[in-house]
């Protein structure tokens, strides 16, 4: 999982399986964002989920939140080779800032 | 469609010297960011700006400064480039009026210091 001090978790799997990822914080958060990074490239905005929401659908993407155990976890469905990337989650803390997590490599192998 | 983008995309430089990196966005958007990516650091925040002449310091901004003459435009400069500042920089910027802090990324700028 992410969080402030661990280091970056690696996932490998076949197409077609399903990838989880977590993410904890430890202050409190307006929201909680998740993005994808190809490999050479920027971040790409993937989902968001608000401090009130317990989770969110987006495609074959779901992120849930549960703000008593300050985690997140983002869930990609039957995975696609093209989802091969690093994911970051980002915590919106307010000023219009985000902190970002070390992130998690996903390998999907065809 | 708008974009962010940064120029250059890969420069390699000496220490000691100076090193500026670009970033233009169409988006109109009043926040602008620079991070830097290192293995097992994820992103840090150097430096940001709320608007046209506003700028502020991030979490590692020792080294860096940055500018707001305009809405489009927030280089980052290293006054004095050392081998420690080695790294991807991502410049980014968002919409305030949203108010979800949901960033706009350009591609990175893969700086090299010898």
């Known amino acids: 999982s992410q969080q402030g001090e661990e280091d970056p978790q690696a996932l490998s799997i076949q197409e077609g399986e399903n990838a989880t990822m977590n993410c904890s914080y430890k202050t409190s958060i307006n929201n909680l964002q998740w993005y994808r990074q190809n490999s050479g490239r920027g971040l790409v905005h993937l989902i968001l989920?608000?401090?009130?929401?317990r989770e969110k659908h987006s495609g074959r993407l779901r992120v849930t939140l549960d703000t008593s155990k300050k985690s997140s976890s983002l869930l990609i469905t039957a995975s696609r080779a093209a989802d091969t990337a690093s994911y970051f989650c980002?915590?919106?803390?307010?000023?219009?800032?985000?902190?970002f997590g070390k992130g998690n490599q996903v390998v999907v192998i065809p | 469609d708008a974009e962010i983008t940064q120029s250059p995309r890969h420069k390699i430089t000496e220490t000691g010297r100076q090193v500026t990196l670009a970033c233009h966005q169409t988006w109109n958007h009043n926040n602008m960011f620079w991070y830097r990516q290192d293995l097992g650091h994820g992103l840090r925040l150097i430096h940001y700006?709320?608007?046209?002449?506003?700028?502020n310091k991030g979490e590692v901004s020792d080294g860096y400064s940055v500018s707001r003459s305009n809405t489009e435009d927030l280089p980052l400069t290293l006054e004095s480039a050392a081998s420690s500042q080695t790294s991807v920089y991502f410049c980014?910027?968002?919409?305030?009026?949203?108010?979800?802090?949901?960033?706009?990324f350009g591609e990175g700028s893969r700086l090299t210091v010898l």
């Open positions: 700006s709320y608007g046209v002449q506003d700028t």
């Open positions: 980002a915590r919106f803390y307010g000023n219009n800032r985000l902190a």
């Open positions: 989920i608000r401090s009130n929401e």
């Open positions: 980014a910027s968002s919409d305030p009026g949203q108010n979800t802090g949901e960033l706009f």
